[in-house]
C-alpha cells in the first residue's frame, strides 16, 4: 500500500512536470496519504530488537493479532521484515522527515548482526523480541526472497555500500552452499553441507532477474534456466518442484517472478528468445487462464483445473511485466532508466539516491560503468556498478558487463545438436564436432572455415557464450580454435535384423558413465508399472528397462531397474510439448553411490515409439552408447 501510494505521488509530479494535463489537478495528496499510513504502521516497530511485530492495527495501532484474544506474535520472517527500507527511505527523502529510513535501516541492521558469521547465511524467520532465529533453513525463496533484493536495490537507489558489502558477502555465500548447478536449494544457515529439502518454490524464480541486477548475466542465465525445465515440462511453475522437475505443490498462482527474470535478461542481453518465452506465457494465459471476468489461478497445473482467486500481483506485477517486455519506449509514458522496481513493481525514482536523509528535492541519477568499461543497455541502465567487489574478492566467481546488439544467429540457450538445421548453422559459422574418447562432444571452432564475415562473427560469439554457460575452457575469438564439450550419448532400438532407430540421449548425474567405444545392449522392455516409481516383479536380468518420465526421482527409477537385475535404463520424457534432452541431475540420499547401471534420457517421440514396438509383439532390443552418432540420428537404417 505505501510503495502504491509513494509510486503513484512519483509518477504524477514527474508527468505534471512533463506537462500532462492529466495530472494539472494533482497537489501531493498521495504523499500525505503515504504519511499517515507510514504513521499508522510505526508501533510494529517498537520491539526490543526494532525488527517490527507482524501485525499492527491501523486504527488502534495495537500489534496484536486480529482474533481478539490480545495475544502478540513475536515472529516474522525476514522478508517480512527486510522490505521496508526502498519505500520507507524514499518516505523519508520526499517528505525530509529522516525517521522513517531509519527505522527501516535499523531492521536491516539487525537482520544483518544476527546472521552465522562463518556462512554468511540468514535464517527464514526470527523472534522480534529475543532475536532468536525460530527457523534456521536459508536459501532465496519464500521468507528470505526480498530481504536480499532490498539489500541491492537499497544500494542502488540509496548509495549506501554499507548495503553492497552486505549483499555481496550474502551473495558469495548463496553461489556456494545454495546454488547447486542450475539449481537454488535450501540449507541449514549454520551447517549448510547439503540441502534441508528435495524442493523448490517458485518464488525462487526471481532470483535470476537479481542475478541480473547484481551484473552476473551469466550466473542468471544459469539458474533461469533451471527453471526453465520446469516451465517446458509443465508450461508454467508450479508453486513448489523438486530437481527433476517433479510437482511437489500443484497450484499456480499466476506469479511474476518467472516473468520477471524474464523481462530482465531480455534487457540485459536482448536475445529474442526471452521474447519467444514470454509469448508463449501469454498463449498460456490466453488459453487456459482467462475466464468472463479477467484472469483465474489454477488449482492444478497437471489437470489445468483453475481457483477462484486471483491475487492482486497478477495486476501489479505479473501483467506489467509482461507489457514491459514487449513494449518499445515510445509506448511509455516515462523514462524507465529513471526509475528502480520496488518488490511489488512498484516505481521509484533513481533520482532519490542525490538526497540526504531529511532533505527534499530531486536530481537527475548518473550510471557508472560495469567494471570500468561502457555498456548500453538500452533501458534499466542501473543494471551496474554490481560485482566488481566480488570478483576483488573472489576471482572464481565469474563477472560480466551485460551488453546489446542484435539476437545471435544461434544462441547458446538454444543449441540442439539433434536439430539438422542448427549443425548447418554450426557448419557456417566454423565449427565442427569430433567425437571425443571419453564420449563427450567437441565443438571447435576455427573462423578460417567460416562462410563468411558475419557467420565468423556469430561463430565467436556463439563459442565464446557457451564457455560461459558451462564454465569450461576459455578462448579469446581471435583466429585461435576455441574448444567447448558437450555431453551426450545415443541410443539405438533394434527391431528384427533389419531396422534400427538411432536417437540422441540425456546423460545422468548418477550411475555408470558409458566412454566412446563402450556400450551395453540388450532386450528392450516396458518396466511395470511405466513410471518405474515402485519394485516390479519382474526379472529384469541382463534387460533394459524402459520408463516414463514423472512420478518420483530418477535416481529411484534407475535404482529400481537395477535391483530387478537390469543392465540398463532408459527414460523416456512424459511430454510431447517438450523436445530437449536433459542431464538427469542427481540428489543427496536417494542411494546415488549404489547405482551402477547407465541411465539415459530420450525424448517422448522415440520413447513411445519403442514402446509401441513392443506392445505390438516385436522382439526389440536397446543399445546404449557412449558417444552420440550425430551422423545417424533420425534415420531408420537398413543393415546388409
Known sequence: VLGGLLSGH?????????????????????????????????????????IPYPRVNLRTGEVTDPDG???????????????????????SRLTGNPFWESKAKGVMRSIWQRRDEKTQLVGSVIDVENGKWLRTDSGVGAGLDSYFEYLLKGYILFG??????????????????????????????????????????????????????AGDVSGARRVYDGFLQVVDRWEVLPEAFNFDSEVHWSQHHLRPEFIESTLFLYQATGSHRYLEIGEKALEFLEKHAKVECGLAAFEDVKSK?????????????????????????????????EFIFTTEAHLLPLSLSALKEGSSGGMGLTSESCIGE????????????????????????EVTCPSGGPAPILSAHELDLASESHRQKLSKMGISIKQQENGNLQLIYNPANSENQQMSAAGTQLMQDLIKLAETGKGDGNGVPINYHINFRSVIFNEGSDTEIVCLAGTAMFGRNLAVGSFVEGPLVVYTPLKGCDETIRDLSDKVALVERGGCLFQEKALNAQNAGAIGVIVFDDSDASSKLITM???????????????????????????????????????????????????????P
Open 69 to 91: 484474544r490480545g495475544k502478540v506474535t513475536h515472529s516474522t520472517c525476514t522478508a517480512c521484515a527486510g522490505t521496508l527500507l526502498l519505500e520507507f527511505g524514499a518516505l
Open 305 to 337: 483445473k483453475l481457483a477462484d482467486r486471483l491475487d492482486s500481483f497478477v495486476l501489479a506485477e505479473t501483467l506489467k511485466y509482461l507489457y514491459l517486455l514487449f513494449s518499445e519506449e515510445r509506448d511509455l509514458p516515462i523514462n524507465m532508466d
Open 374 to 397: 561502457t555498456h548500453t543497455l538500452g533501458r534499466y541502465k542501473y543494471i551496474i556498478k554490481a560485482m566488481p567487489a566480488v570478483k576483488a574478492k573472489e576471482d572464481k566467481n
Open 10 to 50: 512519483v509518477l504524477a509530479e514527474h508527468l505534471k512536470a512533463k506537462g500532462h494535463w492529466e495530472v494539472a489537478w494533482y497537489r501531493g495528496q498521495l504523499l500525505d496519504m503515504s504519511t499517515e499510513v507510514a504513521q499508522r504502521l510505526s508501533p510494529a516497530f517498537y520491539s526490543e530488537t526494532g
Open 160 to 213: 549506501d555500500h554499507e548495503y553492497w558489502d552486505r549483499f555481496r558477502d550474502h551473495y558469495l555465500s548463496i553461489d556456494k552452499y545454495v546454488r547447486k548447478g542450475m539449481h537454488m536449494v535450501q540449507v541449514n544457515m549454520d551447517n549448510p553441507s547439503r540441502p534441508i529439502r528435495s524442493y523448490t518454490d517458485s518464488l525462487t524464480a526471481f532470483w535470476p532477474g537479481l542475478q541480473v541486477l
Open 585 to 639: 541431475s542427481g540428489e543427496p540420499g536417494v542411494a546415488k553411490d549404489s547405482l551402477v547401471i547407465p541411465a539415459v534420457f530420450i525424448a517422448s517421440k522415440e520413447g513411445r515409439s519403442a514402446k509401441r514396438m513392443l506392445e505390438e509383439g516385436q522382439e526389440v532390443s536397446a543399445k546404449i552408447v557412449g558417444e552420440a552418432l550425430l551422423d545417424r540420428l533420425d534415420k531408420k537404417q537398413t543393415e
